[in-house]
C-alpha cells in the first residue's frame, strides 16, 4: 500500500506561483510506474494535469497548463512536485497527487488508472 501526502498549495494572486509536493510512504517507490496530477474545480469533474514516468523522462500535460506547469521528482525522496507558474483564475481547485502500479500505454490522462490518490490541497487564484 502507498500514503500519499501532498501540500503546498493556498491563495495566489494571479500571475503568481506555487509548488505543489506530494510525499509518498509505505511502499517503496518500485510500487508504481506512473505519478500524476488531477485537479477538481467546484461544479466540475475531476482532469488530468500533469504525470511523469516514476523511472524515465516521460512527461506529460494537458494543454491549459503547458509552458506554466512542471512536473518533476525526487526518487530518493519519493517526492513529486508540480510548480506552477503564472496562475490563472481558471487554475482555481483542489489538486490531487496519484500514483499507478501499472497503466495502459497512452492512458496517463485517464484517472481510472490510478491506483493511489492523496487527498487533495487546495490552490486559488484571485484576480
Known amino acids: 500500500q502507498v500514503q500519499l501526502e501532498e501540500s503546498g498549495g493556498g491563495l495566489v494572486q494571479a500571475g503568481g506561483s506555487l509548488r505543489l509536493s506530494c510525499a509518498a510512504s509505505g511502499r517503496t517507490s518500485r510500487n508504481y510506474v506512473m505519478v500524476g496530477w488531477f485537479r477538481q474545480a467546484p461544479g466540475k469533474e475531476r482532469e488530468f494535469v500533469a504525470a511523469l514516468m516514476w523511472m524515465g523522462s516521460s512527461t506529460y500535460y494537458t494543454d491549459s497548463v503547458k509552458g506554466r506547469f512542471t512536473i518533476s521528482r525526487d526518487n530518493a525522496e519519493n517526492t513529486v512536485y508540480l510548480q506552477m507558474n503564472s496562475l490563472k483564475p481558471e487554475d482555481t481547485a483542489v489538486y490531487y497527487c496519484?500514483?499507478?502500479?501499472?497503466?495502459?500505454?497512452?492512458?496517463?490522462?485517464?484517472?481510472?488508472?490510478?491506483?493511489?490518490w492523496g487527498q487533495g490541497t487546495q490552490v486559488t487564484v484571485s484576480l
Open positions: 496519484t500514483a499507478a502500479v501499472r497503466i495502459r500505454l497512452g492512458y496517463y490522462y485517464v484517472q481510472g488508472e490510478y491506483d493511489y
